[in-house]
C-alpha cells in the first residue's frame, strides 16, 4: 500500500495563495510518478480552484467536512453530491475541531462517513483523545469508542474508509505524539479494523498532530503509521514536499 499524505488547510487561503502553494508544490514534485498518494483538503469555496490546478497531476483533492443530509433545508451546509461535482476524492469527517466547537458526536460524524462512502467520497474518520483524557488513561477507550461508531455505520465498507489518529493535545501545539505513542494507538486502531474487515491492511491509518519536515521520517517508520494528515505544514509547498519524500 502507497502511504497517504493528506493536507488540511483548516480556514486558511485565498485564491491568489492557493495559487502560488499550489504551483509550487507541483513545481517541486516535477511531474515524477508518486510512490505517495497525496491529498489536499480545502475550505469549500476553493474546491473548484483546486480541481483546476490539480486536474491530470498526481494530487488528488478534498473537502474538510460534509452534510450528513442529500439537500434541503440546512442552511451553510455543502452536500457529498456537490462535492462531487468538483471531483472530491476525500472529505475529511469527524476532525477533533469540529467536534469540539461544532458539537459533532459520534453518531454525526459516523453519518457522514455513511454519506461519503455513498456518494463515492473516502472519509478521512478523525479520531483521538484528549490531554484531560489520555492523563486520565482514557485514549483507547475514547478512539475506540469514535472508531467503533463509524464501524456500525458503515459496515462491509470499513476497508474503504480512511483513519486519522489525531491526539488533540498534539493538533498545532507542536507537541507531537512520540512515534512509540503514535504507533500503540496505531496498533490498537489496526486491531478495531481486523475485526471489522478483512483486510485491515488496506485502510491508511494516518497520523495528524504538529507532523512536520523534522519529525515525519520517524513516525512514518512505525508499522501502523500509514500516512499523515498535515495541518500547519501543508502550509508551506517546501514543508509539504519534504514530509511526502520523508514517507517513501
Ligand atoms: P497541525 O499539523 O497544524 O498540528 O494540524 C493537524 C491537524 O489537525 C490535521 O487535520
Known amino acids: 500500500m502507497k502511504p497517504l499524505i493528506a493536507g488540511n488547510w483548516k480556514m486558511n487561503g485565498s485564491l491568489a495563495a492557493n495559487e502560488a502553494l499550489v504551483k509550487a508544490m507541483l513545481d517541486g514534485l516535477g511531474g515524477q510518478t508518486a510512490a505517495t498518494d497525496m491529498a489536499l483538503c480545502v475550505p469549500a469555496p476553493y474546491l473548484s480552484q483546486l480541481q483546476s490546478l490539480l486536474t491530470g497531476s498526481t494530487i488528488a483533492w478534498g473537502a474538510q467536512d460534509l452534510s450528513s443530509h442529500e439537500q434541503g433545508a440546512y442552511t451553510g451546509e455543502v452536500s457529498a453530491t456537490m462535492l462531487k461535482d468538483f471531483a472530491c476524492r476525500y472529505a475529511i469527517v469527524g476532525h477533533s475541531e469540529r467536534r469540539q466547537y461544532h458539537g459533532e458526536t459520534d453518531a454525526l460524524v459516523a453519518d457522514k462517513a455513511k454519506v461519503a462512502l455513498a456518494h463515492g467520497i473516502t472519509p478521512i474518520v478523525c479520531v483521538g483523545e484528549t490531554l484531560a483524557e489520555r492523563e486520565a488513561g482514557q485514549t483507547e477507550v475514547v478512539v475506540k469508542r469514535q472508531?467503533?461508531?463509524?464501524?456500525?455505520?458503515?459496515?462491509?465498507?470499513?476497508?474503504?474508509?480512511?483513519?486519522?489518529?489525531?491526539?488533540?493535545?498534539?493538533?498545532?501545539?507542536?507537541?507531537?505524539?512520540?512515534?512509540?505513542?503514535?504507533?500503540?494507538?496505531?496498533?490498537?486502531?489496526?486491531?478495531?479494523?481486523?475485526?471489522?474487515?478483512?483486510?485491515?491492511?488496506?485502510?491508511?491509518?494516518?497520523?495528524?498532530?504538529?507532523?512536520?519536515?523534522?519529525?515525519?521520517?520517524?513516525?512514518?517508520?512505525?508499522?501502523?503509521?500509514?500516512?499523515?494528515?498535515?495541518g500547519g505544514a501543508s502550509l508551506k509547498a517546501a514543508d509539504f514536499l519534504q514530509i511526502v519524500a520523508s514517507s517513501r
Do not use: F
Not at 157 to 186: D, L, M, N, R
Not at 216 to 229: K, N, R, V
Open 147 to 230: 472508531l467503533a461508531a463509524v464501524i456500525h455505520a458503515v459496515a462491509h465498507c470499513t476497508s474503504e474508509i480512511v483513519v486519522a489518529y489525531e491526539p488533540v493535545w498534539a493538533i498545532g501545539t507542536g507537541k507531537t505524539a512520540s512515534p512509540e505513542q503514535a504507533q500503540q494507538v496505531h496498533a490498537v486502531l489496526r486491531a478495531q479494523l481486523a475485526a471489522a474487515t478483512q483486510h485491515p491492511e488496506r485502510v491508511h491509518i494516518l497520523y495528524g498532530g504538529s507532523m512536520n519536515a523534522a519529525n515525519a521520517a520517524s513516525l512514518l517508520a512505525q508499522p501502523d503509521i500509514d500516512g499523515g494528515l498535515i
